[in-house]
């Protein structure tokens, strides 16, 4: 399948660093909100994060994201899903971002 890492193969560490990146930019999107949340240490307004998602965003320090962050990580977001594609087709397995 892939070169392993421990456990994990990179294709496996390429989706979870991708999960946490969409779940950093949904935040972004939603920063008054996560941000009040995390004020309040309250739930985050945010459906289906798995605990490392949620970790990587109760992590951020959203009122100091500027534009260009922002544009950072959806490039980042966009390199990981082309790194997916690239590794799935060597694999010989179909991949799609977000599946």
């Known amino acids: 399948m892939g070169e392993r890492r421990g456990d994990r193969t990179e ?4 989706e979870a660093q991708l999960g946490v990146m969409r779940a950093i930019a949904l935040a ?3 920063w008054q909100e996560v941000a009040a949340a995390i004020a309040a240490d309250a739930p985050l307004p945010l459906e289906g994060l798995t605990p490392d998602q949620e970790l990587a965003v109760r992590n951020l320090q959203l009122r100091r994201l ?3 962050d922002r544009d950072r990580v959806r490039a980042e ?3 990981v899903e082309a790194a997916l594609r690239r590794r799935h087709d060597g694999d010989a397995g179909a991949w799609t971002p977000g599946g």
């Open 77 to 79: 977001i966009e390199a």
């Open 28 to 30: 972004q999107a939603r």
């Open 66 to 68: 500027s534009p260009q």
């Open 11 to 14: 294709l496996e560490i390429l």
